[in-house]
């Protein structure tokens, strides 16, 4: 027995139940081509009730319209309240947050006073000569980096230079983007979604490629051919090798661009720009764990012509409703 129901965060995406499988999965429709058409199992693990509901209690929560949830604020020491009364109130009183995914509460200073640099620091817009607007536009207003005949933003420098905290300003303070990172790790960059690794390592499940498709090649050997081919042969072969591969990351990077844009649709219509900010560089803010790589799990499996033909769509309204340009900064 199915039921089906319009989700509230997209028309587009429906929820699917089966006798034999309690939690609600993404609906038929949206499956792999390798599934079977009758098949009533689910082909996600994560429902995308559960990703549902995390938006809805980030949506909710009013101290995100203010900066970070109570329990992610650093408290000083006890001992300091009674050795450095006039620090430890003062240190209360600036709300700074804490180190996402640390296992000891420290102080953020990275993401503290997010979307406020230049009044925390007003000596920047002195020593520059710029305003507070001219600074970031003049970053992202230069002539961009041509990789691949697309236009790119280059920004780089000096490990330590503020870099990360540059990017996290101006997503706060200049409108909706998408804040991607490589590699998340606890201790030196626990920063951002794990969606995109996940995406990565995801190109080499069997489970994802198509029916007809050969598995991903994770180093394409130019001497691993057969004996006896002729030049030609060898150059097909390692042709369609990188072909392969390259429909196999088109397929899962699809996916992971709908699955940014379905959390994005949400809070874009609550008009929560710098809670949209805050949650991309620390995903785990609704308390729920990383919604974008729930969200990935619960889309990763959806055809890719399903998958970009609900990016247009999604793209298109959003243009439609006032919210034209979208930045992806990775």
């Not at 992610?72 to 309240?81: K, S, V």
């Not at 995109?196 to 691993?224: C, G, K, M, N, W």
Request: overall charge neutral.
């Amino acid at each position: 027995m199915s039921k089906y129901e319009e989700s509230p965060n997209g028309p587009l995406v429906a929820l699917h139940y089966s006798d034999d499988v309690q939690l609600p999965a993404i609906n038929q429709t949206l499956r792999g081509p390798d599934r079977e058409k009758a098949t009533n199992k689910p082909s996600v693990v994560v429902p995308y009730t559960f990703v549902d509901l995390c938006i809805e209690g980030i949506l909710h929560q009013d101290t995100l319209r203010r900066g970070f949830p109570s329990h992610m604020i650093w408290r000083p020491p006890q001992a300091w309240e009674h050795q450095y009364p006039e620090v430890y109130n003062h240190l209360q009183t600036m709300t700074i947050p804490t180190i996402p995914l640390s296992e000891q509460s420290e102080p953020d200073l990275l993401l503290y006073a997010l979307g406020s640099f230049l009044t925390v620091d007003s000596t920047i817009s002195k020593k520059t000569g710029d305003s507070h607007a001219s600074i970031y536009v003049g970053i992202f207003s230069n002539s961009p980096v041509m990789v691949l005949n697309r236009p790119h933003r280059l920004l780089a420098d000096t490990s330590g230079a503020g870099k990360t905290r540059f990017i996290s300003e101006y997503l706060a303070r200049n409108g909706w983007g998408f804040y991607f990172t490589f590699e998340v790790d606890r201790t030196s960059s626990p920063y951002g979604s794990a969606d995109l690794s996940y995406a990565i390592v995801h190109t080499r499940d069997q489970r994802f490629r198509l029916p007809d498709q050969e598995p991903f090649v994770p180093v394409v050997d130019p001497s691993d051919v057969t004996d006896g081919d002729s030049v030609e042969q060898k150059r097909r072969r390692w042709e369609l090798r990188w072909q392969n591969n390259e429909a196999i990351a088109e397929h899962a990077f699809t996916n992971l661009l709908l699955a940014r844009l379905l959390v994005y649709d949400a809070f874009c219509k609550a008009v929560l720009q710098r809670a949209w900010c805050l949650l991309q560089i620390v995903p785990h803010l609704s308390g729920d764990g990383d919604i974008f790589l729930h969200m990935f799990r619960a889309v990763k499996l959806v055809k890719q012509t399903v998958a970009a033909d609900l990016i247009k769509t999604l793209r298109t309204r959003l243009r439609n409703e006032g919210f034209c340009e979208l930045k992806i900064l990775a």
